[in-house]
T-cell receptor, first 116, second 109 residues
Framework: GAVVSQHPSRVICKSGTSVKIECRSL??????MFWYRQFPKQSLMLMAT?????????EQGVEKDKFLINHASLTLSTLTVTSAHPEDSSFYIC????????????FGEGSRLTVL | AQRVTQPEKLLSVFKGAPVELKCNYS??????LFWYVQYSRQRLQLLLR??SRESIKGFTADLNKGETSFHLKKPFAQEEDSAMYYC???????????FGTGTQLKVEL
């Protein structure tokens, strides 16, 4: 199947700094990618839908200025956690589906953010 | 709003025993239901979707609209089935997935 890769897989940062997480579709193009957040022993919560060449669509309760999403190309979406605080510590996962395909969503391996 | 409920956080069965992972949903329209699996130290991956009506790795799931359920079943559990299983729902034809809280399946020898 298709591969979605996230980088970094783990990141530790100081409170107040910003962190960028990349999500790449390695062997297919994805007009739309999705960003999820997963707290320990809880479900994946959809944060936003990343649209290539346009603004992301955020779910209710997700701060747009806090979680900046950029989808500059058909194979790359980035999530920047700005002015991170300890409560932003979480597991962030992206997923993507091949453009025009109504089939399977492919998930990245996730990125664990720890804010000290 | 859609909602997916997986009542069991942990399900422990012996090898060879039948398995049923429960999933109930709430959605006013025609949903598309999925089961995703996450093996230890691996990424989330699709196990099956209701519209395919196929059996994957011996698992099946039937959408019961009357009971709003999509339980995952396997007649004989195998050790390699031990994993985290998530039920998910997407509005008909849509991309947005709503996940349940997951059930950890542990198959013991």
């Amino acid at each position: 199947g298709a591969v979605v890769s996230q980088h970094p897989s783990r990141v530790i940062c100081k409170s107040g700094t910003s962190v960028k997480i990349e999500c790449r579709s390695l062997d297919f193009q994805a007009t739309t990618m999705f960003w999820y957040r997963q707290f320990p022993k809880q479900s994946l919560m959809l944060m936003a839908t990343s649209n290539e060449g346009s603004k992301a669509t955020y779910e209710q309760g997700v701060e747009k200025d806090k979680f900046l999403i950029n989808h500059a190309s058909l194979t790359l979406s980035t999530l920047t956690v700005t002015s991170a605080h300890p409560e932003d510590s979480s597991f962030y996962i992206c997923s993507a589906r091949e453009t025009g395909n109504t089939g399977e969503l492919f998930f990245g391996e996730g990125s664990r953010l720890t804010v000290l | 709003a859609q909602r997916v409920t997986q009542p069991e956080k942990l399900l422990s069965v012996f090898k060879g025993a039948p398995v049923e992972l429960k999933c109930n949903y709430s959605y006013s329209g025609s949903p598309e239901l999925f089961w995703y699996v996450q093996y230890s130290r691996q990424r989330l991956q699709l196990l099956l979707r209701h519209i395919s009506r196929e059996s994957i790795k011996g698992f099946t799931a039937d959408l019961n609209k009357g009971e709003t359920s999509f339980h995952l079943k396997k007649p004989f559990a195998q050790e390699e089935d031990s994993a985290m299983y998530y039920c998910a729902l997407a509005p008909g034809g849509g991309n947005k997935l709503t996940f349940g809280t997951g059930t950890q399946l542990k198959v013991e020898l």
